[in-house]
């Protein structure tokens, strides 16, 4: 069988492509591109003759079978446009399929923005959790940050330059002017690492726009400000005790206090019931 390299490409300075990157480009017989405009000039950069073909969110319906057919004859390298494929690209449907047609995946790694804005952003890195761009509209984003604001570890989102400032008006109302990093234009010519608060980021953002692709890395709920579950059953057992307030009250209450979930504390106050 096949299979199918998974070859991630510089997201900015060319000098990040690794050597293997390069045989494997040279060495398989066809190279899927999410665009070919760009990836041809790097394939010329580096002396790759390799033919080109696109896969992208507007094709992959089509092309993903003409690209399992081509893994029946030969092997195939996947590229995206910067960074490792299949991260927030439509890789990851050909994967699927190359994976249930039996094929061997292959992946050969090298430049991603979230984890190098991570390792620089001076944030905990032992834990973390990567969710991918924030949502366009500010329901959406908002209710994605009310569902992840009591977790303990560091966040990570991407966003668009135009985003950015209510993107952080929304992180800053739902999670507290944390310690965050807001990476920019990562590995070229004018990149940039702003570090400190939410709201001091801001700032920066508010005076000079923000251009290039963006990686926020946000700090997670310090660990200090979550209740142990001893001392929150023990509130609990004194609040349901002395009465006046009803169970959906007290969890909305004690969620805001506690650093718990609504629904955590709400359970927790039934199997005392029970």
Known sequence: MSDLYLVATPIGNLEDMSFRAVRILKEVTLVAAEDTRTSSKLLKHYQINTPLTSYHDHNKAAKTEILINHLKVADLALISDAGTPAINDPGFTLVQAALSAGHRIVPVPGPSAPIAALSASGLPTDNFLYLGYLPRKKKGR???????????????????????????????????????AVARELTKLHEEIKRGTINQVKD???????????????????????????????????????????????????????????????????????
Not at 152 to 179: K, M, Y
Not at 228 to 249: A, N, R, V, W
């Open 142 to 180: 908002q209710d994605l940050l009310l569902f992840v604001k009591d977790f303990p570890w560091t966040l990570v989102f991407l966003e668009t330059p135009h985003r950015l400032l209510n993107a952080l008006d929304d992180c800053c109302s739902i999670l507290g002017d944390r310690q965050i």
């Open 204 to 274: 920066h953002y508010t005076e000079k726009e923000p251009k290039g692709e963006i990686t926020l890395i946000i700090a997670g709920k310090e660990k200090d400000q979550i209740w142990d579950q001893k001392h929150l059953l023990k509130i609990i057992k004194e609040e349901t005790g002395s009465g006046g307030i009803s169970p959906s009250q007290l969890a909305k209450r004690l969620a805001k206090e506690s650093g718990w979930s609504r629904k955590d504390i709400y359970d927790l106050m039934q199997e005392l019931h029970d």
